[in-house]
């Protein structure tokens, strides 16, 4: 059975870190793209990094570019986003989800998610 856990979110003041950490169970993750995505009350779920099959390529929009890292430790079947220099703007339930094949930003790609964790910065 594929699923995703995510954990690490929380309550953070402005500037300062966190780590979302994604771990993959029934699948091994290193084969399959995984995105990080979140979504803002009253907005649509974006897509904000995503890192390819054997951590050959990352990819991050510009809003969390220079701040966030996405990386793998496959040893642990877990993916990780380690978020820096947080902002309010950043407030949003965030969410893992896994792909076969190529890696890709738009959430309706992803066949398997996670169940998100809320991650909410204080100013």
């Known amino acids: 059975q594929v699923q995703l856990v995510e954990f690490g979110g929380g309550p953070v003041h402005a500037g300062g870190s966190l780590r979302l950490s994604c771990a993959a169970s029934?699948?091994?993750?290193?084969?399959?793209?995984v995105g990080w995505f979140r979504q803002a009350p009253g907005k649509l779920r974006e897509g904000i990094a995503c890192?390819?099959?054997?951590?050959?390529?990352?990819f991050y929009v510009e809003s969390v570019k220079g701040r966030f890292t996405v990386s793998r430790d496959a040893a642990k079947n877990t993916v990780y986003l380690q978020m820096n220099s947080l902002k309010s703007d950043d407030t949003a339930v965030y969410y893992c989800?896994?792909?076969?094949?190529?890696?890709?930003?738009?959430?309706?790609?992803?066949?398997?998610w996670g169940q998100g964790t809320q991650v909410t910065v204080s100013s």
């Open positions: 989800a896994a792909k076969r094949y190529t890696w890709h930003i738009d959430p309706t790609r992803y066949e398997f």
């Open positions: 029934g699948f091994t993750s290193k084969y399959f793209a």
């Open positions: 890192i390819s099959t054997n951590d050959a390529n990352t």
